[in-house]
T-cell receptor, first 114, second 114 residues
Framework: DSGVTQTPKHLITATGQRVTLRCSPR?????VYWYQQSLDQGLQFLIQ???????AKGNILERFSAQQFPDLHSELNLSSLELGDSALYFC?????????????FGSGTRLTVV | QKEVEQDPGPLSVPEGAIVSLNCTYS??????FMWYRQYSRKGPELLMY????GNKEDGRFTAQVDKSSKYISLFIRDSQPSDSATYLC??????????????FGTGTQLKVEL
């Protein structure tokens, strides 16, 4: 157990729907990162939050949004889902904002859009 | 052209062999370099990280960074069947504002056979 908790582990939903993925960082970690992993694109950075504030942004679609709450857990919201959004979504956390010493990943949420 | 290139493999070696995994990159701003190991259906696990150029050793693992050639390597000595996994290189610049976003290679699938 890495200490980063992601729920749910699996999610199957229809096109056009909206889902929320949840992440609890390791105790003491202030930064949360979201990544998408698909077979053809590998691991792609979506967004980072540090202590409730957005710190860095990747190629996150406008249909996707995220936030980090005062208790430091984070949620990734995916709306108007398309078949191509099917992927593994990982959350990671680190103590600081720069993440220079690497970060700890959760076990992921597998999203299937049908 | 991708910012980070990694041979996808698969790479198959006998137990006890020395394994060499490599990545090349194009962004000269990258300062943090990491290697992650990912078992099937699990989150990536940090193996090694280095800042800027040089070598770093941890047990059977050695990471090398050559910034002049934009080339990083991971060596695994005395490889074991339990090392069978996908190995991902990752790197990041130092971002203004203190954020961080890792750019990952697509991963090399390694199989260590008895």
């Amino acid at each position: 157990d890495s200490g980063v908790t992601q729920t749910p582990k699996h999610l199957i939903t229809a096109t056009g729907q909206r889902v929320t993925l949840r992440c609890s960082p390791r105790s003491g970690d202030l930064s949360v990162y979201w990544y998408q992993q698909s077979l053809d694109q590998g691991l792609q950075f979506l967004i980072q939050y540090y202590n409730g504030e957005e710190r860095a942004k990747g190629n996150i679609l406008e249909r996707f949004s995220a936030q980090q709450f005062p208790d430091l857990h984070s949620e990734l919201n995916l709306s108007s889902l398309e078949l191509g959004d099917s992927a593994l979504y990982f959350c990671a956390s680190s103590v600081g904002g720069t993440g220079g010493s690497g970060y700890t990943f959760g076990s992921g949420t597998r999203l299937t859009v049908v | 052209q991708k910012e980070v290139e990694q041979d996808p493999g698969p790479l198959s070696v006998p137990e006890g062999a020395i394994v060499s995994l490599n990545c090349t990159y194009s962004n000269s701003a990258f300062q943090y370099f990491m290697w992650y190991r990912q078992y099937s259906r699990k989150g990536p696990e940090l193996l090694m990280y280095t800042y800027s150029s040089g070598n770093k050793e941890d047990g059977r693992f050695t990471a090398q960074v050559d910034k002049s050639s934009k080339y990083i390597s991971l060596f695994i000595r005395d490889s074991q069947p339990s090392d069978s996994a996908t190995y991902l290189c990752a790197m990041s610049p130092i971002l203004t504002g203190g954020g961080n976003k890792l750019t990952f290679g697509t991963g090399t699938q390694l199989k260590v056979e008895l």
